[in-house]
Nanobody, 129 residues
């Protein structure tokens, strides 16, 4: 069974940084587009960032632009989300996801699938004020 496993979540003070990683169970996933999403308590899931397999196209939620960086480590077969200057409003469960086919930004904003075919189980990020 195909799996995406997130790691790197935790508790951090406002202004701090965290680096989330996503490890797909199959190396073929490195040829897929990937994204990061989050869901805060009592809120709907929200798009955060997405990257095409080639890296030629990258999308970010406006509120994380300049603070978050989505990337891929081919040597380790992992995807990452570097989160800097964290704010309490960034507190959420963060999910990585993968898509067979790269899509327009608007597809990643719409549930229930948000344009993705595979999802991890999530990792909790808590930012204290």
């Amino acid at each position: 069974q195909v799996q995406l496993v997130e790691s790197g979540g935790g508790l951090v003070q406002a202004g701090g940084s965290l680096r989330l990683s996503c490890a797909p169970s199959e190396p073929t996933f490195m040829a897929y587009g990937m994204g990061w999403f989050r869901q805060a308590p009592g809120k709907e899931r929200e798009f955060v960032a997405a990257r095409s397999a080639s890296g030629g196209t990258i999308y970010y939620l406006d509120s994380v632009k300049g603070r978050f960086i989505i990337s891929r480590d081919n040597a380790r077969n992992t995807w990452s989300l570097q989160m800097n200057s964290l704010k309490p409003e960034d507190t959420a469960v963060y999910y990585c996801a993968a898509t067979h086919q790269w899509k327009h930004y608007s597809e990643y904003e719409r549930g229930p699938d948000y344009g993705m075919n595979y999802w991890g189980k999530g990792t909790l990020v808590t930012v204290s004020s």
